[in-house]
């Protein structure tokens, strides 16, 4: 028998975003009882059944809709010639989206780096703490929820799974040569927000080096920095609510792109 349990909590650990198809209703003849399931993932692979046939082609196609938006919602299906069927029944599911949400990959466990991961919890982002010293990323000051991976920078980032829409990215590093080659290594993957904290100057040589390397306009011109919504603070917290604000923004919908936020505030110029 399938262990849709075990299914779920693999694919839930892997942070890769699917949905959980539970069906709720059955009235009439149907193909699958109360409780039945299905895993499935945006690119159609799934596990699970709820009868097979143009009923379950039909749903695993709502419920990679339901994905892509992010939304849980019910369907209803009538049972009847349109689906290629002479049932008669009807079938209510429940699509749950799992994983959908927006990760922060934060480069840098310094004071703003701490102090934006509080600030954060409770929000819709799951943060990813990743600084090589232990003793910044292994802190009590960092939230438990906050997945912490006291490695190199590139060692995560090669494994971690970037995408357009639910990729966040925040540099913070305690060191300017690394937060450039975090940049670089950045702009090149999907990500909905690639933010650099500092300053004006601090940006305008990055992207001098940057360009003279060859990297496009188009790319260079993806990164934020400085970051953050202008609240006239300095201070580690301040600086952090200024850039969860930002994000949280951006995330609802309520600012644009890359490129077109307001004008920012003077930020530190570097994460400690």
Not at 107 to 114: E, K, L, P, S
Not at 186 to 198: M, V
Not at 200 to 220: I, S, Y
Request: charged share 20%; hydrophobic share 40%.
């Amino acid at each position: 028998m399938w262990n849709w349990v075990h299914q779920l909590a693999q694919w839930a650990r892997e942070d890769t975003p699917f949905a959980v198809v539970t069906v709720t209703e059955c009235k009439g003849s149907t193909p699958a009882p109360p409780g039945a399931k299905l895993l499935v993932r945006a690119d159609g692979t799934f596990h699970g059944t709820i009868g097979g046939g143009h009923l379950e082609q039909l749903v695993l196609q709502d419920a990679r809709a339901s994905l892509a938006r992010g939304e849980a919602r019910t369907f209803r299906y009538p049972l009847g010639a349109k689906l290629g069927q002479c049932c008669g029944g009807v079938v209510d599911v429940f699509v749950e989206p799992v994983n959908h949400g927006p990760q922060l990959y934060l480069f840098g466990a310094g004071h703003v780096g701490q102090a934006l991961c509080r600030i954060l919890e409770g929000t819709p982002f799951r943060v990813h703490l990743v600084d090589e010293r232990a003793e910044w990323v292994q802190s009590p000051r960092v939230p438990s929820g906050v997945v912490r991976h006291e490695e190199a920078w590139d060692d995560f980032a090669a494994r971690a799974a970037w995408d357009e829409q639910r990729t966040y990215v925040a540099v913070m590093t305690h060191r300017h040569d690394v937060d450039q080659d975090i940049i670089a290594f950045a702009i090149q993957k999907p990500a909905r927000y690639i933010g650099l904290i500092g300053s004006d100057t601090k940006w305008a040589r990055f992207r001098q080096r940057l360009e003279a390397k060859g990297m496009p306009a188009r790319q260079v011109g993806r990164v934020q920095c400085p970051m953050g919504l202008p609240t006239g603070g300095k201070s580690p917290q301040e600086v952090a609510v200024s850039i969860a604000a930002g994000l949280l923004q951006l995330h609802h919908g309520l600012a644009q792109e890359a490129g077109a936020q307001p004008a920012p505030a003077p930020l530190l110029s570097s994460g400690e």
